[in-house]
């Protein structure tokens, strides 16, 4: 973790339940391989998880469960630095500095919140509208070079490259500007039932949406219920949102290319294709559903893990904090 040569990857991920199969394809199965390659950072954001409406014990019990869900899916925090968001309060004083160089307009445009406003209209909290704040504290922290995320936080991204130029220019370079990391291929897992959304927890025909940890007979009988189009030939092309999102699934835990894929059914129909994916996606994810039961079954370990990631996580985010209060001219000694 120590290799300073190495480009910085953080993320996060929020503990809002147990994920999905566009969770996974779109962020976190990239987390595990990034590992090699990078000294990464990850966490679970129980801090942005807030902003809506949480039952505590719940919420509790969910961060847990990502912690364990995200070593299930490969991240070795031997080898990564995992931690819990609110361990580590620096995460909270970065937002607060951060927000005095973010405006009211550039937040206002933030589709996520128009969109989570009108989903919960009663509930339109002053956190909701600064989230994007807090993410840009996350990142900028750690001097992260790179954030994998999925495309629907590219906006939130783009944000905390803003503000971070916005700090630098006001009291000299403090921040590094992160890049976003996104996936040539499943940024955006559609809904299996309406493959013109987004797959999503809070989707209202849960046939659309794969949990990492929903068991083979489920995930094939989702598939095999999947909206598609009436040509009945497996190709990628305009307008066959769903054989697209079907075959963009299949090429990401079978690891084959479209050409591939469209001669493997050439002459079948889409009853045979979609059988096929919702098995490939049922055995790519049994491993880790195994590894998932194993970590819960050991909260100790799972206690040790997120302790000592939480001290790595302040002792570098400390040191660039520190430097962000010296250059606004706060009296640090
Ligand atoms: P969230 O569940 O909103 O906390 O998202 C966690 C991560 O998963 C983010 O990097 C998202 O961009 C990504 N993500 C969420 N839903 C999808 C999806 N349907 N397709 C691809 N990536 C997704
Ligand atoms: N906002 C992200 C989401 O909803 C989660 C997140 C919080 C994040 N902080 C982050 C992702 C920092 C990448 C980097 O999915």
């Given amino acids: 973790m120590e290799n300073t040569e190495k480009k910085i990857i953080f993320s ?9 199969l566009g969770n996974y394809i779109g962020a976190i199965s990239n987390w595990a391989k990034l590992q090699e390659e990078y000294n990464c950072i990850y966490s679970i954001v129980d801090m942005h998880a807030i902003t809506v409406k949480q039952e505590p014990a719940k919420l509790r019990q969910h961060t847990i469960e990502a912690y364990a869900l995200i070593m299930a899916c490969g991240v070795d925090p031997n080898k990564s630095i995992a931690f819990i968001q609110s361990h580590n309060t620096n995460h909270a004083e970065a937002n607060w500095i951060l927000s005095c160089s973010t405006q009211f307009g550039e937040l206002s445009r933030m589709t996520q919140f ?19 704040v807090l993410m840009a504290g996350d990142i900028l922290l750690y001097n992260a070079d790179l954030v994998p ?3 629907d936080q590219k906006q939130h991204l783009e944000l905390a490259r803003n503000v971070a130029q916005r700090f630098n220019q006001k009291y000299s370079e ?18 299996l039932a309406d493959p013109t959304k987004k797959m999503s927890k809070s989707d209202e025909n ?24 009436s040509e009945a030939k497996v190709r ?3 307008g066959k ?5 079907l075959m963009t699934i299949y090429s990401v835990v079978t690891g084959k290319s479209f050409d591939e ?30 590894k998932f039961a194993e970590y819960m079954s050991d909260k100790a370990y799972i206690k040790e893990c997120y302790t000592k990631g939480a001290e790595a996580a302040r002792r570098i985010s400390s040191k660039v904090l520190r430097k962000a209060y010296k250059k606004v001219g706060f009296v640090i000694d």
Avoid: W
């Fill in 12 to 20: 996060g991920i929020q503990p809002t339940g147990t994920f999905t």
């Fill in 114 to 132: 128009k969109a989570k406003s009108e989903k919960h209209p009663d509930d339109i909290n002053a956190g909701l509208f600064t989230y994007p």
């Fill in 149 to 151: 995320i999925g495309a």
């Fill in 174 to 191: 403090t921040f590094k500007i992160p890049e976003p990391y996104i996936p040539d291929v499943g940024a955006r897992v559609m809904s």
């Fill in 206 to 229: 849960q046939n659309g949406c794969i949990y990492i940890l929903d068991d083979k007979d489920t995930i094939v009988r989702k598939f095999k219920k999947a909206v598609t189009d």
């Fill in 236 to 238: 990628y092309a305009q």
């Fill in 241 to 245: 949102d769903g054989i697209n999102n």
């Fill in 261 to 290: 894929i469209e001669r493997e059914f050439d002459g079948k129909g889409y009853g045979d294709f979609k059988v096929a994916v919702g098995e490939a996606v049922a055995d790519h994810l049994e491993p880790v559903r195994t």
